[in-house]
């Protein structure tokens, strides 16, 4: 199981490197996380950010910290490979930012607790392969946070064309199948349905809600489920 986890390590730092060399990686926040975070669609979410410190996990190369830094927020991040870190700090930098990321992964944040008053995962526990270790990075999420504390999560929805060509293993595990799509072979974890999505967010985090953003681009689909709620503690 570790050798195939660092084995889709491997592939996702090769990913990015490929990605940067085409000047094909991501450059501006997610679109979806901006309106969700400067928009009125969270009922009393606090919207003073001036100072508040935020952990984007799995940053890639820093797009959505953008949008934080932007809110004059302290930036933190983690990626699986120390060159994605670096590409991430680089990038930041040259922008004008300083932030601290690091190598870490959804149950290994390397960041003390109590210590965030967002996190934001987008599009990244997916990648945890079964029941057991959903319910360690989401404990793991809430770790990290504060009391009170919030989460934006987007993970993958059960209509997205990742899916396609893919096996249900059972137990809400697929193994990637599509043809030239570097992940094939990979196990991952999705969700199905909202109630589901509470019921395993609800041991950590308090007044969850879920949202669903579901795009047909031509040929394909896009299909997202966005969470948020905030930390019990």
Not at 10 to 34: D, G, H
Not at 213 to 218: K, P, Q, T
Request: aromatic fraction near 14%.
């Amino acid at each position: 199981m570790r050798r195939m986890k660092k084995d889709a390590f491997k592939k996702w730092v090769q990913a990015y490197k490929n990605l940067v060399s085409q000047s094909r990686e991501n450059v501006w926040p997610s679109e979806t996380l901006i309106r969700i975070v400067r928009g009125d669609y969270i009922p009393e979410m606090d919207k003073d950010f001036e100072g508040k410190k935020v952990l984007d996990v799995g940053c890639g190369t820093g797009n959505n910290l953008m949008l934080f830094a932007s809110l004059g927020m302290g930036l933190y991040g983690c990626e699986v490979g120390e060159s994605i870190v670096k590409l991430a700090r680089e990038r930041l930098r040259k922008c004008g930012y300083n932030a601290d990321i690091r190598v870490g992964e959804n149950r290994n944040l390397p960041f003390d607790s109590n210590f965030f008053d967002y996190l934001v995962s987008w599009n990244v526990i997916h990648y945890e392969e079964n029941k057991k270790n959903m319910d360690e990075a989401i404990a793991e999420y809430a770790r990290v946070l504060k009391p009170r504390g919030r989460i934006f999560v987007s993970t993958t929805g059960p209509q997205h064309m990742i899916l396609k060509d893919a096996k249900l293993l059972g137990n809400h595990r697929y193994r990637i199948g599509r043809s030239g799509e570097f992940r094939k072979g990979q196990v991952y974890f999705y969700f199905d349905t909202p109630e589901y999505i509470k019921l395993c967010f609800s041991e950590w985090f308090r007044d969850i809600l879920v949202g669903r953003v579901n795009d047909y681009l031509f040929t394909e689909y896009q299909d997202y489920f966005i969470i948020t709620g905030t930390c019990k503690k």
